[in-house]
């Protein structure tokens, strides 16, 4: 993890493929990213970028641009599951970075290194944190983009993450999903790679994890 100042057109005119994914987050300037999906767009201050693992790419200022940008290199199973669920997607690289995100990031990437196990914990539970919001901040946007048999998802998605202390009205989150229970667990399974019911757990856990982390 760093911080990059003024960087001017790089040397990467090829693509390139990296084995952990990265973050950056571009706080001054702009450019271009391009990848081998087909993704080409135009990036400016306030965009983050989200790179994957075996994933061709570049990504860079223009001739005659410069761009200032965070940087977070991270990778483990925890991300690897969040990829295969779709929430991590590798066809919308580019994101809009929420209000005050970048002073979130650049607080967490400036901290002293973590030496003990529990610090190392918190530091992970801190990025997630983020990398939720981020994703959050965005929800509406994939929404809106994907096609009508795809909007149901993040639908289901925000009903198994509400009110996680209480027990689930399954027959209830699936009617709002517009299906009945059967077809809402199976069509769930094949978007995601896990049931519902684990769906929420996950959450669970995760909810548990930050609770500690913040008391």
């Given at each position: 993890?760093?911080i990059l ?42 965009n983050a ?33 969040l990829r ?132």
């Amino acid at each position: 993890a760093g911080i990059l100042s003024q960087q001017r057109q790089g040397c990467f005119r090829k693509m390139r493929v990296l084995g952990s994914y990265a973050l950056v987050c571009l706080t001054a300037g702009g450019g271009y990213y391009r990848d081998v999906n087909g993704v080409a767009q135009d990036v400016k201050a306030g965009n983050a970028l989200l790179i994957f693992p075996e994933i061709a790419h570049r990504y860079g200022p223009r001739q005659g641009q410069m761009w200032s940008e965070i940087y977070v290199v991270f990778d483990g199973s925890i991300f690897d599951q969040l990829r295969k669920s779709t929430f991590l997607n590798d066809r919308h690289p580019v994101l809009q970075m929420p209000p005050v995100f970048a002073e979130q990031l650049e607080e967490l990437v400036t901290m002293p290194r973590p030496l003990g196990m529990a610090q190392r914990m918190e530091e992970i539970g801190r990025f997630l944190e983020l990398l939720g919001k981020l994703y959050r901040a965005n929800e509406t946007e994939s929404t809106f983009d994907a096609s009508p048999a795809e909007r149901w998802l993040p639908q289901a998605k925000r009903l198994l993450e509400a009110n996680l202390e209480q027990p689930v009205d399954w027959e209830n989150i699936a009617r709002q999903c517009s299906m009945s229970y059967e077809s809402f667990r199976k069509k769930f399974r094949a978007a995601t790679g896990i049931s519902p019911a684990r769906y929420r757990d996950e959450c669970r856990m995760q909810a548990a994890c930050t609770m500690l982390i913040q008391h």
